[in-house]
């Protein structure tokens, strides 16, 4: 998948969980790690959810995440 292929695929996904977002039963925060993408999460949000154990410190790094594809 490349970035252009990847935004349009964020965008119909942004759409569709918007729903869920705009639901006080449910709520929450999108956050995108791909450039261009409006929602792109910044570096103090992202340091703030590793600190979390929310968010993977490293993707790079990790020997199982590489393995499934997940740091492309």
Do not use: C
Request: glycine residues 6%; charged residues 30%.
């Amino acid at each position: 998948m490349d970035l252009a292929e990847r935004l349009r695929f964020e965008k119909t996904m942004t759409q569709a969980l918007q729903i869920l977002i705009d639901n006080p039963d449910y709520g929450g925060r999108l956050y995108s790690l791909t450039p261009g993408n409006p929602n792109l999460i910044t570096q103090k949000q992202y340091r703030d959810l590793v600190e979390a154990r929310i968010m993977f410190r490293d993707m790079d790094a990790d020997p199982h995440l590489k393995s499934a594809g997940y740091r492309r």
